[in-house]
C-alpha cells in the first residue's frame, strides 16, 4: 500500500544553517506531495505541495522537488532561522483517497 | 477567515466517561476530516466527510467512537465509553472538496484529550 517515510529526528541545526529533511514514498499511480509543518501546540497547516512528476513546490524559502525517479521530496532550506523551529510533515494524496502522514521530523534551530 | 474552529482545547476526563469533541469547519468548505495524533501511532485519519456525508470510518479504532456532522457548520466526535488509550490530539481538518490528491486541508488547533 502507499506509504511515507521520513528521516528520524530531531534535527537540531544553528541560525543560517542549510536544512535538508528526507522523504520517500512509496505509492501506486501517481501520487501528489505536501509537506505540513506543525508549530508548537498549533494544527498542522500546508508548506507546500507538487502534484506531478518534476514540479518544484516553494513557500517561505522552503522548496522540494517530487523526483518519480527516485520517488523522493526532500525539503530544503537554505538558511533556516529559530522561528522554522517546528515539526514537519511529508504527506502523500494518491488513489486510496486518503492523505498518508510520515511519522515527522523536529527541527530545532539554535540562534 | 476564522479558520478551524475546536472545542475544547483540552479535556481531562476520567475512564468511562463520554467524551464530545466539537468542530466547525472553514465556511464553505464541503469536506471535513477527524485525525488523532499519538506519539505511538503518529498522525491517523479516523473519518472524513464529504457534503455533510461519511465517506470512509475505516479509520475508527472501534464502536466506542462515533461521528456525525448534522449540517455543513459543524461536526462531532463522541468516544463512549472512553478508555486511557484513547489519550491523544484530536484534530478536525476541511477542505472545500475531497479530492486528496491535491487539495489543501486546513487544520484546527486540536483537542488534547486525558482519559485518566
Known amino acids: 500500500g502507499n506509504s511515507v517515510t521520513q528521516m528520524e529526528g530531531p534535527v537540531t541545526l544553528s541560525e543560517e544553517a542549510f536544512l535538508t529533511i528526507n522523504c520517500t514514498y512509496t505509492?501506486?499511480?501517481?501520487?501528489?506531495l505536501f509537506w505540513y509543518v506543525q508549530y508548537p501546540g498549533e494544527g498542522l497547516q500546508l508548506l507546500l505541495k507538487a502534484t506531478k512528476a518534476d514540479d518544484k513546490g516553494s513557500n517561505k524559502g522552503f522548496e522540494a522537488t517530487y523526483r518519480k525517479e527516485t520517488t523522493s521530496f526532500h525539503l530544503e532550506k537554505g538558511s533556516v532561522q529559530v522561528s522554522d523551529s517546528a515539526v514537519y510533515f511529508c504527506a502523500l494524496g494518491g488513489a486510496t483517497n486518503k492523505l498518508i502522514f510520515g511519522t515527522g521530523t523536529l527541527l530545532a534551530v539554535q540562534p | 477567515d476564522a479558520g478551524v474552529i475546536q472545542s475544547p482545547r483540552h479535556e481531562v476526563t476520567e475512564m468511562g466517561q463520554e467524551v464530545t469533541l466539537r468542530c466547525k469547519p472553514i465556511?464553505?468548505?464541503?469536506?471535513l476530516f477527524w485525525y488523532r495524533q499519538t506519539m505511538m501511532r503518529g498522525l491517523e485519519l479516523l473519518i472524513y466527510f464529504n457534503n455533510n456525508v461519511p465517506i470512509d470510518d475505516s479509520g475508527m479504532p472501534e464502536d466506542r467512537f462515533s461521528a456525525k456532522m448534522p449540517n455543513a457548520s459543524f461536526s462531532t466526535l463522541k468516544i463512549q465509553p472512553s478508555e486511557p488509550r484513547d489519550s491523544a490530539v484530536y484534530f478536525c481538518a476541511s477542505s472545500n472538496s475531497a479530492d486528496f490528491y491535491t487539495d489543501t486541508q486546513y487544520f484546527g488547533p486540536g483537542t488534547r484529550l486525558t482519559v485518566l
Open positions: 505509492a501506486t499511480g501517481y501520487p501528489s
Open positions: 465556511s464553505g468548505h464541503n469536506s
